[in-house]
Nanobody, 125 residues
Framework: VQLQAFGGGLVQAGGSLRLSCAAS????????TAWFRQVPGKEREFVAC????????FFADSVKGRFTLSRDSAKNTVYLQMNKLKPEDTAVYYC???????????????????WGQGTEVTVSS
């Protein structure tokens, strides 16, 4: 499975961006996709999870109410819609996916075997 994350860019605080995570080579229709982000010098942190092809979604407290997830199954793509962006949302965003994720560990990097290359989001104040 190959993942491609794109859609990052420069946006002013309060603005919006939509990130895409497109998958290819997947054989299963049921999978979990998550977004993580990383600021240089800091650990990668969990942002959002589309668990088992949309059966449920959950978000980090820092983005809850501002970020949403959606999917286009025909395109094997999961979208992270980011609204009301803040300067502290600035990071490189990565998508990750796996066909075997346990809900209780879906916020952990170690739960995912496939990773996209990252897309950079910069929010100016």
């Amino acid at each position: 499975v190959q993942l491609q994350a794109f859609g990052g860019g420069l946006v002013q605080a309060g603005g919006s961006l939509r990130l895409s995570c497109a998958a290819s080579g997947r054989s299963s229709r049921t999978y979990t996709t998550a977004w993580f982000r990383q600021v240089p010098g800091k650990e990668r942190e969990f942002v959002a999870c589309d668990f088992r092809s949309g059966s449920t979604t959950f978000f980090a407290d820092s983005v809850k109410g501002r970020f949403t997830l959606s999917r286009d199954s025909a395109k094997n793509t999961v979208y992270l819609q980011m609204n009301k962006l803040k300067p502290e949302d600035t990071a490189v965003y990565y998508c990750a996916s796996s066909e075997r994720v346990i809900y209780s560990t879906a916020y952990r990097e170690s739960a995912y075997g496939y990773w996209g290359q990252g897309t950079e989001v910069t929010v100016s104040s």
